[in-house]
Every structure is written in structure tokens, then in C-alpha cells.
């Protein structure tokens, strides 16, 4: 179902064109200061309107994405992908997530040794 006139809150937008999974993970990341319009922070009652650019800092990952349609009910990932044009950066290639401090299933746990190694790799 879409909107022909007006504005949507934005956790709700969010969430019907499927950037997060749930509706009140949305509105947590509004609260937490992760949801950006147009610049700005805002909190989830805040407006969307088409033409905004919304930047949404979710699941270690930066969504940049520029409303081209409204709507108020979650809709299928076809529809959805038509409301906005995603101008995010590419996500990190999965062979470096996979390098970050591993351990072996049932490897116990790690000792201080080992866990200044994983430090060091992650560069904390």
C-alpha cells in the first residue's frame, strides 16, 4: 500500500521497505541517534518525505538511501527496492570479516595470551 500524498514516520518507513527487520528496531535506531534525514538527527515520529536522503547506521553497515516513494505498510523486497535509490557504499568483502580473531569450535576458553593476539589482529 502506498502513499500518494503526504508523509510517513520514518521508523515506519524504514522498516516497510526493509532496512531493518523489525519495526521497533527502526525506532531503537532512531533513538540511538543511528537515522539521519537530509543531515539532520531525528527521532522516529520524525516525517520522510520523497526526494529525503536518509542515512541509517545498522548491522555494522552504513545504508544511504534517497526516498522515492512513500509507504505505511511493510511490502515485498521487489516493491520495496522501488521506493528509494540506494547510494550506500558496497559492503566489506567477506573474506576480511572472517580473518577477525576465529577460534575453533570447543577450543575452550581463550587464554590471556590468546586474547591479546585477537586484540592486536582486531587493533584494539
Sequence with gaps: MT???GTVR??????????????SAAATACRGGHVRINGD??????AVRPG???RLFHAGRE???VVSKLVRKRVGAAI???????????PPPREEVALLGVRDR??????????REMERLRGN
Design 10 to 23: 520514518v521508523d515506519s518507513w524504514i522498516w516497510s521497505v526493509r532496512l531493518t527487520k523489525t519495526r
Design 106 to 115: 570447543g577450543a575452550g576458553r581463550p587464554t590471556k595470551r590468546d586474547r
Design 80 to 90: 520495496a527496492a522501488e521506493c528509494y535509490v540506494d547510494n550506500s557504499p558496497p
Design 3 to 5: 502513499a500518494d500524498e
Design 41 to 46: 538527527r531525528v527521532k522516529p515520529a520524525a
Design 52 to 54: 529525503d536522503e536518509v
Design 63 to 65: 545504508r544511504i538511501v
